[in-house]
């Protein structure tokens, strides 16, 4: 299955502006803000990873809880850990204006 999404990098800042920790904390895993965040284009990274969730969601086929999905990178790859499993099939790209993230995982999930 595969999944694509595409984020504007301003509305996740705009969320950040707004709601502050209360977004983080709902969308992102500790981890992921301390990665993003030691960034130079921390929002960037963030709405790149915002992106990824998203993505993953729609190769999955539903709707899970934001936390549980963990965007990690291993040697600098982006891959995706849910509930113990890890999908490999993850790219993401940004840049000013936008992130886009695909995700292909297999037929299991």
């Known amino acids: 299955m595969v999944g694509i999404d595409i984020v504007e990098v301003s509305r996740i800042g705009d969320a950040l502006y707004r709601y502050g920790e209360r977004f ?18 921390s929002i960037e990274s963030l709405a ?36 113990g499993k890890r999908y490999g099939g993850v790219s993401i790209s940004h840049e000013r204006s936008y992130a886009v993230s695909v995700v292909v995982i297999g037929e299991e999930g």
């Open 48 to 83: 790149g990873r915002f992106a990824a969730k998203e993505a993953f969601m729609k190769a999955f086929g539903r709707r899970l809880p934001w936390r549980e999905i963990k965007v990690v990178n291993i040697m600098e790859r982006p891959s995706i850990e849910y509930k």
């Open 24 to 41: 983080l904390k709902k969308v992102f895993t500790d981890e992921e803000i301390d990665y993003s965040m030691g960034r130079k284009r």
